[in-house]
């Protein structure tokens, strides 16, 4: 008989984009395309497309803790990733139930602003990431601004990168990944710290598209379903920075504003 669970399963906790982009969406097409089985934990609904965020409303904790059990009664989750959480509270939620279930190492997108300027994260639960998130999370792939607000140093170079890379790990997180697409520069480089103590910048050129929608979440869902397909930390980072690119540098018309991500590239 197959054995049952056997295909690698990956899970996003997060929030839905009605317009497809960003969010849940796309972390589904992503695990689906990096070739695992891909679940999820709904936190919140937005009302959204391309041109910004119209409005979103949390789930009751109720269902939420519902959803975490319902996975761990029948799946067998190999890699999670963490995105919107919207406020402290369910920022809270979805750690307890981190601790309470296994589901393989979490890659924490500690998501707060959308590119429209909508907030997906409420200001007072940044301190709650920090305290409840960091010390579960296998990695953290802050882009610049969030990797400010979560240390609270400010970031203008390299040098510094690097430093809130190594305090974003004495906070917790065992492997840190700092994106550099909101610094000025005609490469988008990230810098990646390694549990080992190893570290290693990716870069990819610029491309001057607006079409950057989700970008963030595709790449913590790609390097999610490498994890859960047995990549090493380093390779699932490079892997997801080569397929992040691809699908940023031919672009899909879809909608008036910041467009999604061509996920066939
Ligand atoms: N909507 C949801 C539900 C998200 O999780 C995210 C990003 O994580 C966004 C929107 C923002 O996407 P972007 O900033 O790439 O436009």
Not at 16 to 41: C, P
Not at 133 to 150: C, G, I, S, Y
């Amino acid at each position: 008989m197959t054995e049952i669970n056997a295909f690698p399963q990956t899970l996003t906790i997060a929030g839905t984009d009605s317009g497809g982009g960003a969010g849940i969406m796309a972390d589904i097409k992503t695990m689906q395309e990096r070739h695992t089985f891909a679940a999820a934990v709904v936190v919140a609904v937005t009302a959204q497309n391309t041109l910004g965020v119209q409005d979103f409303m949390a789930l009751p904790a109720k269902l939420i803790d519902e959803q975490f059990a319902s996975l761990a009664a029948d799946l067998k989750i190999s890699a999670c990733k963490t995105g919107m959480l919207a406020d402290a509270e369910h920022v809270e939620i979805v750690a307890a139930n981190l601790r309470k279930y296994d589901f393989g190492p979490l890659t924490v997108d500690p998501v707060m602003i959308a590119k429209g300027g909508a907030p997906l994260l409420a200001a007072d639960a940044i301190d709650s990431v920090r305290q409840l998130l960091l010390p579960l999370a296998t990695l953290v792939t802050p882009n610049l601004p969030e990797a400010q607000r979560l240390t609270g140093m400010t970031i203008t170079n390299a040098d510094e990168t690097e430093a809130a890379a190594h305090y974003l790990q004495q906070l917790g997180a065992k492997n840190v990944l700092i994106k550099g697409g909101h610094a000025d520069q005609s490469e988008v480089r990230d810098f990646a710290l390694l549990a080992s103590g190893d570290s290693f910048w990716v870069s990819a050129p610029r491309v001057a598209t607006k079409r950057t929608h989700g970008t963030g979440d595709t790449l913590s869902s790609c390097i999610t379903a490498e994890l859960a397909k047995g990549k090493t930390m380093a390779q699932a980072i490079r892997l997801a920075k080569k397929f992040v690119a691809a699908a940023i540098a031919e672009t899909i018309q879809v909608g008036h504003g910041h467009g999604p991500l061509n996920h066939w590239a």
